[in-house]
């Protein structure tokens, strides 16, 4: 799991905090996406970067902000969360090009909103 | 549109016994199809994924999945169960043609019991 980082590992906040979750790819891929994880739901995913452009985005509230300052950074800012915002919250990345695209996840992080 | 179905939500099996975790899928053109596992409070490791080649791929700790076309499944299997192979598996898939992120399955739980 060293491939692709994530901190912290877990997160307890209040709704009306701010807070930042990060991520960090050593795999030298050009793709990064934001993916949650509920009990008992299917992975959601939220946000994809492919070479540092946002180029999905699955209809996810705007307390919920990416950010992608480089191909190997991935942030993903939080503010005023509600309470089933508590997740997991998964990064991954991929290399869009070849045969390959498996992507790579870090351990993720687990998000209580209090 | 992609899509990717696993029937069971659970699977037991003895330890020593022969698993399948099943696996179908749907899109327009030919398949990229992986397979996952995620072990309690850890991200998604990646099995092992079909491209093209032989229809039947190995993978990762024993593990190894058939590529049915005509049926358009992609079931994972293992010879001899180990109650470490506990998990929650997710089956991918993203259409060879395009760019798009892989689209995950619900995921099956797999109780290995001694």
């Known amino acids: 799991e060293t491939g692709v980082t994530q901190t912290p590992r877990h997160l307890v906040m209040g709704m009306t905090n701010k807070k930042s979750l990060k991520c960090e790819q050593h795999?030298?891929?050009?793709?990064m996406y934001w993916y949650k994880q509920s009990a008992k739901k299917p992975l959601e995913l939220m946000f994809v970067y492919s070479l540092e452009e946002r180029v999905e985005n699955n209809s996810v509230p705007s307390r919920f902000s990416p950010e992608c300052p480089n191909s190997s950074h991935l942030f993903l800012h939080l503010h005023t969360l509600q309470p089933e915002d508590s997740a997991l919250y998964l990064c991954?990345?991929?290399?869009?090009?070849?045969?390959?695209?498996?992507?790579?996840f870090g351990p993720g992080t687990r998000l209580t909103v209090t | 549109a992609q899509s990717v179905a696993q029937p069971e939500d659970q699977v037991n099996v003895a330890e020593g016994n022969p698993l399948t975790v099943k696996c179908t899928y749907s899109v327009s053109g030919n398949p990229y199809l992986f397979w996952y596992v995620q072990y309690p409070n850890r991200g998604l490791q990646f099995l092992l994924k079909y491209i093209t080649g032989d229809n039947l791929v190995k993978g990762s700790y024993g593990f190894e999945a058939e590529f049915n076309k005509s049926q358009t499944s992609f079931h994972l299997k293992k010879p001899s169960a180990l109650v470490s192979d506990s998990a929650l598996y997710f089956c991918?898939?993203?259409?060879?043609?395009?760019?798009?992120?892989?689209?995950f399955g619900k995921g099956t739980r797999l109780s290995v019991i001694a």
């Open positions: 991954a990345s991929s290399q869009l090009a070849g045969d390959s695209y498996e992507q790579y």
């Open positions: 795999l030298g891929h050009n793709a």
């Open positions: 991918a898939v993203r259409d060879k043609s395009g760019n798009t992120p892989l689209v």
